[in-house]
């Protein structure tokens, strides 16, 4: 599967971006769709993950509502909605895939087969 990244721009602070991520080459059925975030001189860190069969939506414990994870079959995509932007939500935002991914392997990014090519969002202040 090839998974293309888009949403990223530019935002103000306090304001709301929706990130997209779409699958080409295969569906996301059986596939575990993770979000991660990479922010300068920082680790990569997760942020959202939905389990593409059953919908089961796993978010880092940052999030506190601030981000929606969600997806939609018919287009075979995944999404981020991010609102009440800070700064420090700036970063580089991939999308992964990996199938069979239990409960416990979720947020580790090392994990996840495919990813995104990854899409910037600033937030500024």
């Known amino acids: 599967v090839q998974l293309q990244a888009s949403g990223g721009g530019l935002a103000q602070a306090g304001g709301s971006l929706r990130l997209s991520c779409a699958a080409s080459?295969?569906?996301?059925?059986?596939?575990?769709v993770g979000w991660f975030r990479q922010a300068p001189g920082k680790e990569r860190e997760f942020v959202a993950a939905?389990?593409?069969?059953?919908?089961?939506?796993y978010y880092a414990s940052f999030v506190e509502g601030q981000f929606t994870v969600s997806k939609d079959n018919a287009k075979n995509t995944v999404y981020l909605q991010m609102s009440s932007l800070k700064s420090e939500d700036t970063a580089v935002y991939y999308c992964?895939?990996?199938?069979?991914?239990?409960?416990?392997?979720?947020?580790?990014?090392?994990?996840?087969?495919?990813w995104g090519q990854g899409t910037q969002v600033t937030v500024s202040s």
């Open positions: 992964a895939g990996s199938r069979s991914l239990i409960t416990s392997t979720i947020r580790d990014h090392r994990h996840y087969h495919y």
């Open positions: 080459g295969e569906t996301f059925r059986g596939y575990t």
């Open positions: 939905i389990r593409w069969n059953g919908g089961f939506i």
